[in-house]
């Protein structure tokens, strides 16, 4: 074959142990090494993914063992910006979930968490949101909001989960718990539910943003960005910022 034809041959090459490998591995010509080296290092890459994803689900994986089905990943977006709400999803995963990509959303372009986002909702057992606004943000602390934020959004699934997994924190709920420090990073159900919630949340910044286009919502997300913060001392605080928040809150005290 010409290699124009090894290379679409190689590109259905899955495993290592194919035999085109073994075919080809003497072959003198510079393009068919190339093409060899590229295929071992696109299943390499696969193979990385794959036990990526199988670690991440092995927290699912032993409470599945034990009979406990129903494992709700909660997590929040929107703790740390000085205007608009707290987002918080919860998300009950299948056992047969295999989409490699779904990771801390911190990690994903905003094109491949809005991919996942119809992915993870299609397959999803159940999932559901909760919105906290920044009017109680401000009469609770942000902690407590955040709380109250995820207990909605299990309260809000169509099936009452048998555990939770929650990122760094937990809720006020009578069902078993399970805090995990950057949980986003360690299990699926938790990096589903982050990148739920962050794509709810872009969105509501990005309406907000239509409102109030001096803040630059749409780009910062809320954040404290030099622009932001130009455009408060500028125009001052909207309805939307958080006023117990500084430097906010030192804008509505002068």
């Keep these: 074959?010409?290699?124009?034809?090894?290379?679409?041959?190689?590109?259905?090459?899955?495993?290592?142990?194919?035999?085109?490998?073994?075919?080809?591995?003497?072959?003198?010509?510079?393009?068919?090494?190339?093409?060899?080296?590229?295929?071992?290092?696109?299943?390499?890459?696969?193979?990385?993914?794959?036990?990526?994803?199988?670690?991440?689900?092995?927290?699912?994986?032993?409470?599945?063992?034990?009979?406990?089905?129903?494992?709700?990943g909660i997590d929040e977006v929107g703790r740390g910006p000085l205007a608009g709400?707290?987002?918080?999803?919860?998300?009950?995963?299948?056992?047969?979930?295999?989409?490699?990509?779904?990771?801390?959303?911190?990690?994903?372009?905003?094109?491949?968490?809005?991919?996942?986002?119809?992915?993870?909702?299609?397959?999803?057992?159940?999932?559901?949101?909760?919105?906290?606004?920044?009017?109680?943000?401000?009469?609770?602390?942000?902690?407590?909001a955040t709380r109250i934020a995820m207990k909605q959004a299990v309260e809000s699934l169509d099936v009452k989960p048998q555990q939770l997994l929650i990122d760094a924190m937990d809720i006020d709920l009578d069902i078993p718990q399970l805090k995990i420090i950057k949980g986003d990073a360690k299990s699926n159900s938790i990096a589903a539910a982050s990148i739920l919630a962050k794509v709810m949340r872009d969105d509501l910044m990005i309406k907000y943003h239509k409102q109030y286009p001096e803040y630059d919502f749409c780009n910062n997300d809320g954040y404290g960005t030099p622009k932001h913060l130009a455009a408060l001392e500028t125009y001052g605080v909207t309805p939307i910022h958080r006023k117990t928040?500084?430097?906010?809150?030192?804008?509505?005290?002068k």
């Design 1 to 72: 074959m010409n290699i124009k034809e090894i290379k679409e041959s190689f590109m259905r090459v899955r495993e290592t142990q194919d035999p085109l490998f073994s075919l080809y591995k003497d072959d003198k010509r510079k393009g068919v090494q190339n093409i060899i080296k590229q295929t071992q290092s696109r299943i390499a890459r696969q193979q990385k993914a794959e036990n990526d994803f199988e670690k991440r689900f092995e927290i699912e994986t032993n409470f599945w063992s034990q009979g406990i089905n129903l494992i709700a």
């Design 85 to 144: 709400p707290v987002v918080a999803a919860a998300v009950i995963l299948p056992h047969d979930f295999k989409i490699l990509e779904v990771n801390d959303s911190k990690k994903l372009t905003d094109q491949k968490r809005r991919e996942l986002v119809e992915i993870i909702k299609e397959q999803a057992i159940s999932y559901a949101y909760a919105v906290i606004d920044n009017h109680v943000i401000d009469e609770v602390n942000i902690y407590q």
């Design 245 to 253: 928040f500084a430097p906010v809150k030192d804008l509505t005290q």
